[in-house]
């Protein structure tokens, strides 16, 4: 490219071309990239010695001229060589060369003469070369923004970043292939000094040694890497950008490029090498699906890797039904029967099975005995010394054994998969998943001390991961918002549940925590939202229900609890009678060996229930004592059935037994610090704090003190307040209603009583208030906090 006709207008370099001159040994090399100057330079010192320069790839005898060879080697060439002839005759031999080019020819004349070099360092202008040849501004711009380059002269008078550009573009990049040119735009993203690499001898060393200090010629040098990328086309020029994103380590990138161009069975290659399935877990999910999502049928068809990519991405965002239907269609209908596809002498690879097993996890099947000695005997065609593929099996039977409630087998499983990630060195993102998996562990079993430990873990490998995991860190705001509310702060779970739990619930997420997500944002609503509202984020949840149909035992106990808590009782019982499960008995024998999660939920709900009726009958301390038994009642569930014991001394009027199973209760909470048990059986609890002398007792342990202060704070919300204000709970539902503008009928409808009930209630809230109109009732009970 020809410069302006400023780039003409020189400055006169005397002192330099007088070092150049006169450097010892007899042969001189100018060595550095192009635009240094060293045409200029050259044919300055030819002239003043009155001879001319050559120019040619080979000099000729008759090229020296009074004992001087000035040779100007072609920037185009590779390689250059001086014929012994031509060095035995020159005395004073001048070379310009380009850092890259190879000369032959002068190892005897090196050996006897040495040589003296002015590399780009020595060839660029300084402050004090430059003295006061240029006006400030020129000056301050050809030091500052292009880094006494000679070439950019031109610029530093008359700046012109798109010529500047298109200069760099020709002059530096012309010559470098596609590998170098995709290695170099890498650099670019993130440049730090002084990079091994082989483009680095084609720019002026100040890019590579200090790339942020010339920005203008760094920003120009980006846009015409962009612009050289943009111009391989040919098969051969993508297939090297490709190999040198893979090289990189930009699987992703090289899948698109090869996927723009058509090349889609070598992008197939390029996944195949870049780990198949555990590549998602590398990339940032939205440039994953984009490029996996990309493939054709034909190859899907063809090829597993594509197919599992695919479906694992479709999982991802929450599209389990057609993962089935993609699986069954390519991989036969017997692929969805896991028992068939991981028996031993299946037909299945191990890549299938392997993914079958991630298809459990998602279906929220939990493994029958049978399965897992299956999953035992697939263990053995694992690779022994593929780390990853081991943690993530290990990953898997810790989500089965949190469903079968085996804790001990759970964390056992953990902590082999965090081996296997120690022995590859480490993955953050997975890691987070294990630690995340202990917090939902810890917290499902009641124990928050620990909780908050792997909580803490889990968040510093999610903060190591250099891709966004937006969904990953809404996994993480529920358990750290759940850990809040077991600590008696429960706005934040209020707050996860009005901006993130729609979003949460949309993606992937493996049941356990999904269970766990139920459990805790039902409870947010329950405490901190009017009666009305409750049962509509309980049915938004069946938006979730057709893929994972699992969840409907969950959601209708969580919708029962709900009832309870309105003192709903028959309409608690009714709905918990339609759950499978129902029909079995409620007998001691049958408690004491309940295995399955929602088993055990459904009889704790309907124990509930029949400790709630007024005449609960004999057999109840049986049932209580049978589930306090059963090894797989968590810690949690311990303190609710003894809250409950002590509600049902308190009917019978034993305060012996009460404060005893109540002091026992309040004492667990502390030891675990899982306060949050304690509002959610407040209905029973708080009738029982509610007497002077029982309080008095239990505040004489300094840890049942704490445990209650901090139960106090946690029912601090204006519904809680106005039930601690001597409202009962119908009363405080009603409060709410009226304050929401319903009328008498709507309020009937909704709370499922008749209108003289209602009417009977709010005679009795107007009372309480000291009222006797609706305006001065939702007056006073504002003034008060009540709403």
């Not at 000099?59 to 035995?88: I, M």
């Not at 798109?162 to 002059?171: H, K, N, P, Q, V």
């Not at 959601?555 to 709903?568: D, F, H, M, S, W």
């Not at 309020?747 to 006797?772: C, D, N, W």
């Given at each position: 490219?020809?410069?302006?006709?400023?780039?003409?207008?020189?400055?006169?370099?005397?002192?330099?071309?007088?070092?150049?001159?006169?450097?010892?040994?007899?042969?001189?090399?100018?060595?550095?990239?192009?635009?240094?100057?060293?045409?200029?330079?050259?044919?300055?010192?030819?002239?003043?010695?009155?001879?001319?320069?050559?120019?040619?790839?080979?000099?000729?005898?008759?090229?020296?001229?009074?004992?001087?060879?000035?040779?100007?080697?072609?920037?185009?060439?590779?390689?250059?060589?001086?014929?012994?002839?031509?060095?035995?005759?020159?005395?004073?031999?001048?070379?310009?060369?380009?850092?890259?080019?190879?000369?032959?020819?002068?190892?005897?004349?090196?050996?006897?003469?040495?040589?003296?070099?002015?590399?780009?360092?020595?060839?660029?202008?300084?402050?004090?070369?430059?003295?006061?040849?240029?006006?400030?501004?020129?000056?301050?711009?050809?030091?500052?923004?292009?880094?006494?380059?000679?070439?950019?002269?031109?610029?530093?008078?008359?700046?012109?970043?798109?010529?500047?550009?298109?200069?760099?573009?020709?002059?530096?990049?012309?010559?470098?292939?596609?590998?170098?040119?995709?290695?170099?735009?890498?650099?670019?993203?993130?440049?730090?000094?002084?990079?091994?690499?082989?483009?680095?001898?084609?720019?002026?060393?100040?890019?590579?040694?200090?790339?942020?200090?010339?920005?203008?010629?760094?920003?120009?040098?980006?846009?015409?890497?962009?612009?050289?990328?943009?111009?391989?086309?040919?098969?051969?020029?993508?297939?090297?950008?490709?190999?040198?994103?893979?090289?990189?380590?930009?699987?992703?990138?090289?899948?698109?490029?090869?996927?723009?161009?058509?090349?889609?069975?070598?992008?197939?290659?390029?996944?195949?090498?870049?780990?198949?399935?555990?590549?998602?877990?590398?990339?940032?999910?939205?440039?994953?699906?984009?490029?996996?999502?990309?493939?054709?049928?034909?190859?899907?068809?063809?090829?597993?890797?594509?197919?599992?990519?695919?479906?694992?991405?479709?999982m991802k965002q929450g599209e389990l039904q057609r993962v089935r239907q993609l699986t069954a269609k390519h991989l036969g209908s017997d692929y969805l029967d896991p028992l068939k596809v991981l028996a031993r002498g299946t037909r299945f690879s191990f890549a299938a099975r392997r993914f079958r097993l991630n298809m459990m996890i998602s279906e929220d099947m939990t493994p029958s005995d049978a399965m897992l000695q299956r999953l035992g005997?697939?263990?053995?065609?694992?690779?022994?010394?593929?780390?990853?593929?081991?943690?993530?099996?290990?990953?898997?039977?810790?989500?089965?054994?949190?469903?079968?409630?085996?804790?001990?087998?759970?964390?056992?499983?953990?902590?082999?998969?965090?081996?296997?990630?120690?022995?590859?060195?480490?993955?953050?993102?997975?890691?987070?998943?294990?630690?995340?998996?202990?917090?939902?562990?810890?917290?499902?079993?009641?124990?928050?001390?620990?909780?908050?430990?792997?909580?803490?873990?889990?968040?510093?490998?999610?903060?190591?991961?250099?891709?966004?995991?937006?969904?990953?860190?809404?996994?993480?705001?529920?358990?750290?918002?759940?850990?809040?509310?077991?600590?008696?702060?429960?706005?934040?779970?209020?707050?996860?549940?009005?901006?993130?739990?729609?979003?949460?619930?949309?993606?992937?997420?493996?049941?356990?925590?999904?269970?766990?997500?139920?459990?805790?944002?039902?409870?947010?609503?329950?405490?901190?939202?009017?009666?009305?509202?409750?049962?509509?984020?309980?049915?938004?949840?069946?938006?979730?229900?057709?893929?994972?149909?699992?969840?409907?035992?969950?959601?209708?106990?969580?919708?029962?609890?709900?009832?309870?808590?309105?003192?709903?009782?028959?309409?608690?019982?009714?709905?918990?009678?339609?759950?499978?499960?129902?029909?079995?008995?409620?007998?001691?024998?049958?408690?004491?060996?309940?295995?399955?999660?929602?088993?055990?939920?459904?009889?704790?709900?309907?124990?509930?229930?029949?400790?709630?009726?007024?005449?609960?009958?004999?057999?109840?301390?049986?049932?209580?004592?049978?589930?306090?038994?059963?090894?797989?009642?968590?810690?949690?569930?311990?303190?609710?059935?003894?809250?409950?014991?002590?509600?049902?001394?308190?009917?019978?009027?034993?305060?012996?037994?009460?404060?005893?199973?109540?002091?026992?209760?309040?004492?667990?909470?502390?030891?675990?610090?899982?306060?949050?048990?304690?509002?959610?059986?407040?209905?029973?609890?708080?009738?029982?704090?509610?007497?002077?002398?029982?309080?008095?007792?239990?505040?004489?342990?300094?840890?049942?003190?704490?445990?209650?202060?901090?139960?106090?704070?946690?029912?601090?919300?204006?519904?809680?307040?106005?039930?601690?204000?001597?409202?009962?709970?119908?009363?405080?539902?009603?409060?709410?209603?009226?304050?929401?503008?319903?009328?008498?009928?709507?309020?009937?409808?909704?709370?499922?009583?008749?209108?003289?009930?209602?009417?009977?209630?709010?005679?009795?809230?107007?009372?309480?208030?000291?009222?006797?109109?609706?305006?001065?009732?939702?007056?006073?009970?504002?003034?008060?906090?009540?709403?």
């Open positions: 490219m020809s410069l302006p006709p400023s780039a003409q207008t020189l400055l006169p370099r005397p002192a330099l071309l007088d070092r150049l001159l006169g450097a010892p040994g007899g042969t001189v090399f100018l060595r550095a990239p192009a635009g240094a100057g060293k045409t200029c330079l050259m044919r300055a010192a030819a002239a003043r010695m009155g001879v001319s320069v050559c120019d040619l790839q080979h000099p000729r005898l008759s090229d020296v001229q009074a004992g001087w060879l000035f040779w100007n080697v072609p920037g185009s060439a590779r390689s250059a060589r001086l014929s012994a002839h031509v060095a035995e005759t020159v005395t004073h031999l001048v070379i310009a060369q380009r850092p890259g080019q190879k000369i032959t020819g002068l190892a005897r004349r090196l050996l006897h003469g040495g040589a003296h070099t002015f590399d780009a360092a020595a060839l660029a202008f300084d402050a004090e070369e430059i003295g006061t040849a240029l006006p400030a501004a020129v000056k301050r711009r050809l030091l500052q923004d292009y880094a006494g380059w000679p070439a950019f002269l031109p610029m530093a008078r008359d700046p012109d970043p798109d010529l500047l550009a298109a200069y760099i573009g020709e002059t530096f990049l012309s010559q470098m292939s596609p590998g170098p040119t995709t290695r170099l735009s890498l650099w670019l993203e993130a440049p730090v000094p002084d990079p091994q690499e082989d483009w680095c001898d084609a720019l002026p060393p100040c890019l590579c040694t200090e790339p942020g200090a010339p920005t203008a010629l760094l920003s120009a040098l980006h846009q015409a890497v962009r612009a050289r990328l943009r111009g391989f086309s040919d098969t051969g020029a993508v297939t090297e950008v490709a190999q040198a994103l893979e090289a990189a380590h930009r699987p992703l990138a090289a899948m698109e490029l090869l996927l723009d161009h058509g090349h889609e069975a070598h992008a197939a290659q390029v996944l195949s090498q870049s780990r198949g399935l555990e590549l998602i877990y590398d990339s940032d999910l939205e440039d994953f699906s984009r490029t996996i999502l990309r493939f054709s049928q034909d190859i899907i068809a063809t090829n597993e890797t594509v197919l599992f990519a695919i479906t694992r991405t479709l005997e697939f263990m053995a065609d694992y690779p022994v010394g593929d780390g990853q593929k081991w943690a993530a099996f290990y990953n898997a039977l810790l989500e089965f054994e949190i469903r079968r409630r085996n804790f001990r087998e759970a964390e056992a499983a953990a902590a082999r998969a965090l081996l296997y990630f120690r022995k590859i060195g480490g993955h953050p993102l997975l890691e987070f998943f294990i630690h995340l998996h202990l917090t939902v562990l810890h917290l499902t079993n009641g124990d928050a001390r620990l909780a908050r430990t792997a909580a803490q873990t889990a968040r510093d490998k999610l903060g190591c991961v250099t891709h966004p995991v937006v969904q990953e860190y809404r996994m993480l705001h529920l358990v750290e918002a759940a850990l809040a509310y077991e600590n008696g702060q429960p706005q934040k779970l209020v707050t996860f549940v009005q901006q993130e739990f729609d979003a949460f619930a949309r993606a992937e997420i493996w049941p356990s925590l999904f269970h766990f997500a139920i459990q805790y944002s039902s409870q947010a609503v329950m405490d901190h939202y009017p009666a009305s509202i409750r049962p509509g984020f309980l049915d938004g949840l069946w938006l979730h229900l057709a893929e994972r149909m699992n969840l409907l035992a969950t959601v209708q106990i969580r919708t029962a609890t709900a009832y309870q808590n309105e003192g709903r009782i028959s309409e608690a019982e009714l709905m918990l009678q339609g759950l499978e499960g129902a029909a079995l008995a409620m007998t001691p024998e049958h408690l004491a060996q309940l295995r399955l999660r929602d088993d055990i939920a459904l009889s704790l709900a309907r124990l509930r229930c029949m400790v709630e009726d007024p005449a609960p009958g004999p057999a109840i301390d049986r049932l209580i004592t049978a589930l306090e038994g059963n090894a797989r009642t968590t810690l949690r569930e311990m303190v609710a059935l003894k809250i409950w014991r002590a509600h049902l001394a308190h009917r019978r009027r034993d305060s012996g037994a009460t404060r005893r199973h109540l002091e026992a209760a309040l004492t667990s909470v502390s030891r675990l610090g899982c306060f949050g048990v304690l509002s959610e059986q407040r209905l029973f609890l708080a009738p029982l704090l509610r007497e002077k002398r029982m309080r008095q007792y239990l505040e004489t342990a300094p840890d049942i003190r704490a445990t209650l202060s901090i139960y106090a704070g946690s029912i601090s919300s204006p519904r809680a307040k106005a039930r601690a204000g001597g409202l009962t709970e119908r009363e405080a539902q009603l409060l709410q209603l009226i304050a929401g503008g319903y009328p008498n009928k709507r309020i009937a409808q909704t709370l499922h009583i008749a209108e003289p009930t209602v009417k009977f209630h709010l005679s009795r809230l107007y009372a309480k208030l000291g009222v006797r109109r609706r305006s001065d009732a939702i007056q006073s009970a504002r003034a008060l906090g009540w709403l």
